[in-house]
């Protein structure tokens, strides 16, 4: 039997790495080293928690870019001041966006990942369910900050950069905090453990640490226009920062009730 073409028609071709063929070993897409069926199993399990990490990733990157494009472009619209500076953008894209991410890529995986459902071959990464949660988040990332930034344009009429501030720290704090939401797609932050991915506490407290220079130190807010805060504004921008990760859990809720793939 031609061993080759069997292997090369399948989805996945597997071949025996000590009594395979060197024909077999050189079509196949999996080579089992030990010859023991077993590894097919882990081997599945880490291809499934790799790919599942991948769709994490680029689920929180596009939420907090397509979020951040529609704060500035809504801000046009509604012809008020821009909430967030150029040097802010970029702030957010290499810093806060970045080490979360990044952290995103440790995750272990879900508890359930072998009891899902194998994905279909031609199933694109940006598939329905994550195109609906990436409106969600983004709609939650708008209406938290411009929604604070009209409330201290109102309160700070003669202080743009006062008005700002609250809408980077916002927006800031909110992508963090998000970001152990997408931890997974179906289960809550709780059930999967607040602090079971040691990276990405890393990265939190790293990006906390980050804003802080930003706010409290002179020369860094004389670069980046921002203003010090102090603990009541820093409590009203917890609450706006909440409503992101909030609306994430109750999405996920929505989808495991419902059954929503």
Not at 124 to 147: C, E, H, R, T
Request: charged share 20%; aromatic share 10%; with cysteine.
């Amino acid at each position: 039997v031609n061993d080759a073409m069997a292997l090369k028609k399948a989805d996945i071709g597997v071949a025996m790495g000590i009594t395979g063929t060197d024909v077999a070993k050189g079509t196949a897409d999996m080579i089992l080293t030990d010859d023991n069926f077993a590894s097919i199993v882990d081997a599945v399990e880490e291809g499934r928690v790799i790919y599942s990490n991948i769709r994490k990733f680029v689920f929180f990157l596009l939420s907090c870019n397509v979020g951040e494009i529609l704060i500035v472009f809504l801000a046009l619209l509604m012809n008020i001041p821009t909430p967030l500076l150029p040097i802010q953008l970029l702030w957010l894209n290499l810093v806060t966006d970045s080490f979360p991410a990044l952290a995103l890529g440790a995750e272990k995986g879900e508890s359930d990942i072998m009891n899902q459902k194998p994905r279909k071959a031609n199933e694109p990464i940006l598939d329905k369910s994550m195109i609906i949660g990436v409106i969600v988040q983004s709609v939650s990332l708008v209406a938290a900050v411009l929604g604070i930034y009209l409330w201290a344009l109102n309160k700070f009429p003669d202080d743009i950069n006062h008005a700002r501030t609250y809408a980077f720290v916002t927006l800031i704090l909110a992508e963090v905090l998000r970001s152990h939401s997408s931890r997974s797609e179906r289960d809550s932050i709780f059930k999967i453990g607040i602090f079971s991915n040691k990276t990405l506490i890393y990265a939190t407290v790293l990006c906390f640490f980050l804003l802080g220079i930003v706010i409290y130190v002179p020369f860094m807010r004389t670069i980046f226009q921002t203003v010090e805060l102090n603990l009541f504004e820093a409590e009203m921008i917890i609450v706006f920062a909440l409503i992101p990760l909030v609306l994430g859990e109750l999405f996920k809720a929505i989808k495991k009730k419902f059954n929503i793939a």
